[in-house]
C-alpha cells in the first residue's frame, strides 16, 4: 500500500497550488480520506476530511482550499487558493478505514508529503 503525494513547491502569497495523491494497492474509493499539513514545530494539522460524498475543512482552510477525488485514476487532491504564508508547511495525504475526522490517529495509510512555502 503507497500514498504518492506530489505537486509542492514555492508560491508567493495570493498564489495556488494543487497537490496530488495517487494510490496504489488500495482503492481510495472505499476508504475515508484526510489531507494534513504539518509546520516546523508544530503538531500535525488535519485541514480535510471525505468521508463519502461529504467533505469538511478546517477554519484555517475553508473557502480557499477544496478537495477532489478521481476514482477512475484511484487519486485524490488538494487544490489550494488565496496562500498565505501561514499556510507553510509540509502536506500529507491520508487515508482510513472505518473512521474519519481531523484526528491522525484515525488514519493509517499516509502519503511521504509534499512541502509548500508561501513566500510573503
Known amino acids: 500500500v503507497q500514498l504518492q503525494a506530489s505537486g509542492g513547491g514555492v508560491v508567493q502569497t495570493g498564489g495556488s497550488l494543487r497537490l496530488s495523491c495517487v494510490a496504489t494497492g488500495l482503492s481510495l474509493d472505499a476508504y475515508e480520506l484526510g489531507w494534513f499539513r504539518q509546520a516546523p514545530g508544530k503538531e500535525r494539522e488535519g485541514i480535510s476530511t471525505m468521508s463519502k460524498d461529504l467533505t469538511y475543512y478546517a477554519d484555517s482552510v475553508k473557502g480557499r482550499f477544496t478537495v477532489s477525488k478521481d476514482n477512475g485514476n484511484n487519486a485524490m487532491y488538494l487544490e489550494m487558493n488565496n496562500l498565505k504564508p501561514e499556510d507553510t508547511a509540509t502536506y500529507y495525504c491520508?487515508?482510513?478505514?472505518?473512521?474519519?475526522?481531523?484526528?491522525?490517529?484515525?488514519?493509517?495509510?499516509w502519503g511521504q508529503g509534499t512541502h509548500v512555502t508561501v513566500s510573503s
Open positions: 491520508a487515508a482510513a478505514w472505518g473512521g474519519w475526522g481531523f484526528d491522525p490517529k484515525t488514519y493509517s495509510y
